[in-house]
């Protein structure tokens, strides 16, 4: 145990020693977290991936940075980027279960060859999203590659969008999966390498990669990693070791998770009185993420997807034949919003109709930081671009220096959450309290 605690103890020496090193450096400045817009999907990452793309683009270098894209990326598909035309946020027609909706990005040339790409940071699948692109690019390209770009390149929910009917679309041939974590970062590193001599370029193009890094919880220097893997490896007893260290590290990151949500639940049941309750509903058909049977939270670090956005609801208030609930689940980040429940079959209520519309009009009124999500999963979603945005940006599997920090002080981040939560529900059930269906 003393070898163990010795090897832990040089780790974090050295990580404080690189943490000043950058901090004289001057390396950990960027202006996307000054200007606090690291996530905005539409304003900031398609909007600066675009305009790389873009041979008609602010940098005023002509094609070089498409040409590396379709170079890396296309595969053996000609392309003729002199022509090309990229838009953001194409309009392809109002949405069906099969049509339409809006292209993050589409870069065509003048043969109608089509380069398609699905931005995704931390927005949820919208439903049959895929199969609506795929449908556009089969009756209006002569030839396309539909990419899925996500943090880590892997589709959020593929039954959702890549499902439909009988139709399945298959990764590989109708659609293709890029990370930002490796395959984006690759291709900006060359796109840096072309603009050594253009500083302002050179530097913005840094500053993204800096970001990207950031996200994708990738802040060890190469220096670092060197380092780290000569602390490790050149001493037998660590290298013994190493089995049971990263089991403890996996028990510790599963129990840290635990603790997180026992102390929500905790937290949350302290604000009971005789006039509210604010309690955990612990029974329903929802995944409850302190259910001992289905040990969610464990299964989670395993890699299994389907035990996504399991966590706790709240009662906010009964209008008759529907429930409005407060959701906090865990996503990446984490998820909180307003949605709404059947009392009479527990599932939850997505619709267009007037009363529905009522309630998401009294979300944006009284909590602007609330939006209804793009996917209709919520009626009111935290907003996590928002610059009123009260909650900690907690990301549990990727674990980044954000989450650790805040989850390192756990009492004092618990706290917040859980007042900020009750808050909210306080204002939608004031809103509310006369509302019947």
């Not at 996530?39 to 590396?68: C, M, Y």
Request: proline fraction near 2%; glycine fraction near 4%.
């Amino acid at each position: 145990m003393n070898g163990i605690q010795s090897l832990f103890d040089k780790i974090c020496l050295l990580n404080q020693a690189y943490k000043r090193l950058e901090d004289e450096k001057g390396e950990n400045y960027n202006l996307f977290k000054v200007i606090d817009m690291t996530s905005n999907e539409t304003s900031v990452h398609s909007a600066f991936l675009a305009d790389l793309l873009n041979p008609k683009g602010l940098h005023h270098i002509g094609d070089v940075f498409l040409r590396l894209f379709t170079d890396e990326f296309l595969n053996g598909m000609s392309f003729s980027t002199e022509t090309a035309i990229v838009e953001r946020e194409k309009y392809i027609g109002p949405v069906t279960a099969t049509t339409g909706g809006r292209l993050d990005i589409i870069v065509t040339d003048a043969d109608r060859k089509a380069i398609i790409i699905e931005n995704k940071i931390y927005a949820s699948d919208q439903e049959n999203q895929l199969i609506r692109y795929h449908n556009y690019a089969e009756k209006n390209t002569s030839e396309h590659k539909l990419f899925y770009l996500s943090l880590d390149g892997t589709v959020h929910d593929e039954d959702k969008t890549a499902k439909h009917d009988n139709k399945e679309l298959i990764e590989e041939e109708h659609y293709f999966t890029i990370s930002y974590e490796s395959d984006i970062l690759k291709w900006l590193e060359q796109c840096r390498e072309k603009v050594v001599n253009k500083p302002l370029i050179r530097e913005g193009i840094s500053h993204y990669i800096n970001l990207i890094k950031h996200l994708t919880n990738q802040t060890i220097s190469k220096e670092m990693e060197k380092d780290l893997k000569d602390l490790i490896l050149e001493n037998p007893k660590y290298i013994q070791n190493l089995g049971i260290i990263r089991e403890a590290i996996n028990l510790s990151v599963v129990e840290l998770q635990r603790r997180f949500w026992e102390l929500l639940k905790k937290k949350m049941e302290e604000f009971n009185n005789d006039d509210n309750d604010y309690s955990v509903i612990e029974k329903g058909e929802y995944r409850y993420a302190l259910d001992e049977k289905e040990d969610r939270i464990n299964k989670y670090y395993k890699g299994n997807l389907n035990n996504k956005r399991y966590g706790f609801e709240f009662l906010v208030n009964r209008c008759g034949k529907y429930e409005i609930r407060y959701a906090v689940r865990m996503d990446e980040p984490m998820v909180y919003g307003f949605f709404i429940r059947g009392t009479e079959d527990n599932k939850r209520k997505i619709s267009n109709n007037q009363e529905f519309d009522n309630i998401i009009n009294t979300i944006s009124e009284s909590l602007p930081i609330y939006k209804p999500d793009k996917a209709g999963y919520y009626l009111g979603e935290i907003d996590w671009d928002s610059k009123q945005t009260k909650f900690i940006n907690l990301q549990f599997k990727k674990l980044d220096s954000e989450t650790l920090s805040a989850l390192a002080k756990m009492d004092e981040t618990v706290s917040k959450i859980a007042y900020t939560i009750k808050e909210d529900i306080d204002t939608l059930r004031e809103k509310t309290k006369n509302l019947r269906y």
